[in-house]
């Protein structure tokens, strides 16, 4: 899961959102993994890169890139966000020729997961 700064950094909010990835995922589903978070989270969290309306520019892609190494280390197959910034840039950083590595991961949004969840 990655902290979007808004809801962490701005509003406090880093428990509610883990709970509601956590549901259910005690006995997962066919196909479905457990829920793993990164070594940087809460207030550690990695900004996505764009915050407070900055150009994406090398120094943003650099914490996107190390974001996305955080994500693939954890085993994860899905990375879940709760920010539209956050989903935009991270899956533009994993799309960038620039970029060389891969990340076989994909980038979701925390309520398209929930809704899924419900059926």
Known sequence: YQDPCRLGRHLGIYDEPRRVLQEGTSQPA???RHFHD???TGKRSLCCGVSAWMNCDLTSKTMQVERLRQARETGAEVLAVACPKCQIHLTC???DKAVSEK????IRDISAITL???G
Not at 103 to 106: C, K, N, T, V
């Open 38 to 40: 990164m070594k940087e």
């Open 103 to 106: 990340y076989g991961i994909r």
């Open 116 to 118: 899924e969840r419900m």
């Open 30 to 32: 066919e196909g479905e």
């Open 93 to 95: 950083a994993m799309k």
